[in-house]
């Protein structure tokens, strides 16, 4: 039986499409793949956030992406599962600059590490979806009598203006899907 080389880049980096990446493939098909496929310290990468450190190894003084400290930071090449509150960062960019801050932190992820995993991005959205030049008014929601009649509105602003950003996941007391 040949070894396979932890090494070496997936077909899928190489012009062929391997199971993990075929969106056609069921769910459980396209994971038992993957997971075949990752090493220990990918795994284990996968169970990483960055949140306060954003600063040090990825974003340069102005908020903006630094491809320099992301290559000094995860030369190691095994990836990262989330990057934690992404418009902390930004230094009170707006939506387009802070999508654009996504999208280029996602594209050094996809290609500089060895399998190309997509990295989450998360928001904190308690009162809906704060950013560095808005204040929400804290609620106490669970107090308000309707309050399950109430939540569609706010739910679905949040999930519209998180994914503006960039951001796949939210901590909110809502029931918001924000992609897909």
């Known amino acids: 039986m040949k070894k396979r080389s932890r090494t070496a880049k997936p077909r899928a980096q190489q012009g062929a ?20 496929r990752m090493t220990m310290e990918e795994k284990a990468a996968q169970m990483m956030c960055v949140w306060q450190k954003k600063a040090e190894i990825l974003v ?11 290559r000094k930071a995860f030369r190691n090449r095994r990836g ?3 990057v934690g509150r992404p418009s902390d960062a930004g230094k009170g960019k707006g939506a387009r600059a802070m999508a654009e801050l996504t999208n280029a932190i996602q ?6 590490t060895r399998l190309a995993i997509p990295v989450m991005f998360h ?15 804290a609620r106490c929601l669970s107090a308000r009598p309707k309050f ?26 809502f029931p918001i899907r924000v992609s897909g």
């Open 107 to 112: 594209k050094f992820f996809l290609e500089n």
């Open 80 to 82: 990262l599962g989330q």
């Open 148 to 173: 399950s009649l109430r939540i569609s509105l706010p739910a679905r602003i949040t999930a519209a203006r998180s994914s503006a950003w960039g951001v796949e996941g939210l901590s909110s007391p």
């Open 123 to 137: 928001e904190e959205c308690l009162h809906g979806h704060a950013y560095h030049t808005r204040r929400h008014r």
């Open 17 to 36: 499409v391997v199971a993990y990446q075929n969106a056609s493939l069921p769910p459980a098909k396209r994971v038992k793949d993957l997971l075949s």
């Open 60 to 70: 340069d003084v102005d908020g903006n992406f630094d491809l320099a400290k992301a």
